[in-house]
C-alpha cells in the first residue's frame, strides 16, 4: 500500500507546515507521513479546549513523531467567551438538538492554526480529518477566509490507509500512538460537550451502550431526589448558579458536574451532516443542554411574540451557519448584532428541575418580563378588559367573514338511488 511503504512519492516541497495536532492517531501518523510526503519541516498545534487531557504529554508525543516544535495554546477563556456564548446567546441548537461543541471550536482551532503558521513563516497547514466528516470543511473554509493564500493539506483525504493500517504505519516508525484496533469509537471533547460516533453506534437502530458515556450517569444511578438549580442572566451572560457568581468557565464546569449527577445532557441524533450523509451522534452536553434551555426560556419571557418568533427564525440560521463552517463571514457578524441588540432585555433568574435525565423549566423572573399576572389571572384583581374582546374578535375575523360571503357556491352532487 502506497500509504505504508512508498515514501518516494514524494509532493512539492512545502517547506513548513503547521499541523492542528489532538494527539490522536491521525494526527501523530500525519507528523512523519506529512515530513516523508512533502519533505517538510512539521509544526504541531494543540489547543486546550477544556477537554482535561494531559497536554504536556500531547506535546512530547507530537515530538516523539517527528515535530520539530510543539505549541500548546490554553484558548479556553477565548473559546468561551467568543464562540460557545455567542451560539448561546443565539439559542443555536443543530437541528433543535445538538449544542455545536465541535463546530465551535472548529474556528478557532483554524485560526489559531493561521496565526501560528505566520509566525512560524509556514507554507501550509494540515488537519487530521477524514473525506466524511463535517470539520474537514469547518477548517478549511476559516483557514481560507484568514489567509487565502495559504496551502492546506488534509492526510486522511489522501493517504488511503484503513485504522489498522496507521496503526501499522506508527509501529514500523516507532510513533507513539493512544490506540488500538479494538477502540471503535470516535469521539471529540471540549467545555462545552462531548461527540462519540463510530463503532457499534453506526446502528441506528442498537441503544448506545452506557460505557461510552462518561459527562453523564445514567437515570439509574441519579439521585432519587430532584436537584434544583438557579441560573441568573444579565445581558443573556449566564453570571451565577444559586446566587453564587462565578466567572464563565467556573460557571460551565459546575454546571455540568450537577446536570452530569442527574442523568441531564445525552443527545442522540439522527444528523444531516453538510457533505450530504445521515449520520447517526451521540453527544453529552450537560451544561449546555441546561443554560440552553434556561436562557431561551428567559428570553422568551422578556420578547414580544413576534420578536420572539423572529429569534427562533434566526436561531436556526444561526446554528446552520457554525455547522456548516461560515462563522468568519458578515452574515453571522449581522445576526450577532441582532442577537446583541435582543439581549440587553435578557437579564434574570430561570429555575430549573433536574431529575434522571429530564431537565425542567419550573420558575421564572426578569425586572423585564413582559408577563403580568393581572392581565392573565382568572382571580380577583383581574385588569383585562372583557368587553374590548368582541370589537377585537369582529376585527380580527373580518377577513375570513368577508372571504366566505364570496365563496363559489359549490355545486351539489347528484345521488341516483338504485
Known amino acids: 500500500m502506497p500509504g505504508i ?3 518516494s512519492l514524494k509532493d512539492s516541497r512545502a517547506g513548513r507546515i503547521v499541523i492542528a495536532y489532538s494527539g490522536g492517531l491521525d494526527t501523530s501518523v500525519a507528523v512523519p507521513w506529512l515530513a516523508e510526503r512533502y519533505g517538510a519541516e512539521i ?17 512530547d508525543r507530537a515530538l516523539a513523531s517527528g515535530a520539530i516544535r510543539a505549541h500548546v495554546l490554553d484558548v479556553r477563556e477565548e ?3 467568543d464562540f460557545v456564548l455567542r451560539a448561546l446567546k443565539a439559542d443555536a441548537l443543530y437541528e433543535d438538538q445538538y449544542p455545536l ?4 471550536a472548529r474556528p478557532l482551532i483554524a485560526q489559531k492554526l493561521i496565526e501560528i503558521a505566520e509566525i512560524e513563516q509556514a507554507t501550509a497547514v494540515a488537519h487530521g480529518c477524514s473525506g466524511k466528516g463535517n470539520d474537514q470543511v469547518r477548517l478549511e473554509v476559516t483557514a481560507r477566509a484568514l ?4 496551502r492546506i493539506i488534509a492526510p486522511a483525504r489522501e493517504w488511503g490507509m484503513t485504522r489498522a493500517d ?33 463503532g457499534a453506534l453506526e446502528d441506528p ?30 445581558r443573556g451572560v449566564p453570571t451565577a448558579i444559586n446566587g453564587v457568581a462565578m466567572p464563565m468557565l467556573d460557571l460551565i464546569a459546575s454546571l455540568g458536574t450537577i446536570a452530569g449527577a442527574n442523568g441531564v445532557g445525552r443527545i442522540d441524533l439522527i444528523e444531516n451532516r453538510l457533505v450530504g450523509i445521515k449520520s447517526r451522534e451521540v453527544y453529552e452536553a450537560p451544561a449546555a443542554v441546561v443554560l440552553h434551555a434556561a436562557h431561551e426560556e428567559l428570553q422568551r419571557l422578556v420578547t414580544t411574540a413576534d420578536l420572539d418568533r423572529l429569534c427562533r427564525d434566526i436561531s436556526q440560521k444561526y446554528a446552520d451557519l457554525v455547522y456548516n463552517g461560515l462563522w468568519f463571514t458578515p452574515t453571522r457578524e449581522a445576526m450577532d448584532a441582532f442577537v446583541d441588540k435582543v439581549q440587553e432585555r435578557v437579564t434574570g433568574v430561570i429555575r430549573l428541575k433536574l431529575f434522571k435525565g429530564d431537565c425542567r423549566i419550573v420558575g421564572r423572573k426578569s425586572p423585564f418580563g413582559l408577563y403580568d399576572q393581572s392581565l392573565a389571572t382568572h382571580d380577583a384583581g383581574d385588569m383585562f378588559d372583557h368587553a374590548a374582546t368582541a ?3 369582529k376585527i380580527w375575523g373580518l377577513p375570513v367573514e368577508s372571504t366566505a360571503k364570496k365563496a363559489p357556491k359549490k355545486r351539489k352532487s347528484l345521488v341516483v338511488s338504485r
Request: hydrophobic residues 35%; glycine residues 6%.
Open 5 to 7: 511503504h512508498d515514501s
Open 43 to 59: 509544526v504541531a498545534v494543540t489547543m486546550d479546549l477544556g477537554q482535561g487531557a494531559e497536554l504536556e504529554e500531547v506535546r
Open 79 to 81: 473559546f468561551a467567551r
Open 101 to 104: 461543541a465541535t463546530a465551535l
Open 147 to 150: 489567509n487565502s493564500g495559504i
Open 166 to 198: 496507521e496503526i501499522e504505519y506508527a509501529r514500523q516508525r516507532n510513533v507513539p500512538v493512544p490506540a488500538t484496533v479494538e477502540s471503535p469509537y470516535s469521539t471529540d471533547f471540549n467545555l462545552w460537550g462531548r461527540a462519540v460516533d463510530c
Open 205 to 234: 437502530w442498537h441503544e448506545p451502550p452506557e460505557d461510552i458515556y462518561t459527562l453523564t450517569k445514567s437515570p439509574r444511578e441519579c439521585p432519587d431526589e430532584p436537584a434544583y438549580v438557579e441560573v441568573s442572566f444579565e
Open 391 to 393: 370589537g377585537f374578535i
